[in-house]
């Protein structure tokens, strides 16, 4: 199993990871083991201009992490924070129905939700927010401020976004907690 270590000369884990000069593309493996031991609130972006395709984003509620896909290849991951037992985060697969880059909360309190994609008409969104490493939100997925940020320049009306509850560990879904020692060693 290749370290993780190594990647952190490459790739910055907390805000807007590039490659370092003449640093390889991380591949789909690579993304995935270093987003396993992220922090709550870390991210990393290791995008390829030579990859293209429309934008797609999953969303593993077991692993409390966003993975972040143009065509097939993934260039993206994060911590996130979904919904709390009380108001979880629906499954499925949702389109991305509204873009806007500085909304506020209609259900709750006028709390703000910067760069909010809407995924559902009655109040679920993916938006910037506190991420403690645990689901803590009303339903939403809430993202590291920075993360929010560039994927929501990175993403379009009607780009895919799917919700499982199922553990992801490059390319092969996973049942929850059943291979998710693999993405930690």
Request: glycine share 10%.
């Amino acid at each position: 199993m290749r370290s993780v270590l190594p990647l952190v000369g490459a790739f910055v884990l907390v805000g807007a990871a590039v490659p370092a000069a003449g640093a390889e593309t991380m591949d789909d493996l690579a993304i995935t083991e270093a987003a396993a031991v992220m922090a709550p609130g870390r991210y990393l972006w290791a995008d390829d201009a030579a990859v293209t395709g429309p934008v797609s984003v999953l969303i593993s509620l077991p692993d409390q992490r966003a993975y972040v896909f143009r065509g097939s290849k993934m260039i993206a991951a994060s911590s996130v924070s979904t919904g709390s037992d009380e108001k979880p985060t629906p499954l499925g697969r949702f389109t991305i129905l509204e873009k806007k880059a500085m909304h506020r909360s209609n259900l709750y309190d006028d709390a703000p939700m910067p760069f909010m994609q809407r995924l559902t008409w009655d109040g679920v969104a993916l938006h910037a927010g506190r991420n403690p490493g645990f689901p803590a939100s009303h339903g939403c997925v809430r993202l590291p401020a920075a993360f929010a940020k560039r994927l929501f320049a990175a993403t379009a009306l009607g780009a895919t976004v799917e919700v499982t509850d199922e553990a992801y560990v490059a390319g092969a879904m996973m049942e929850p907690g059943g291979g998710r020692e693999l993405a930690r060693r």
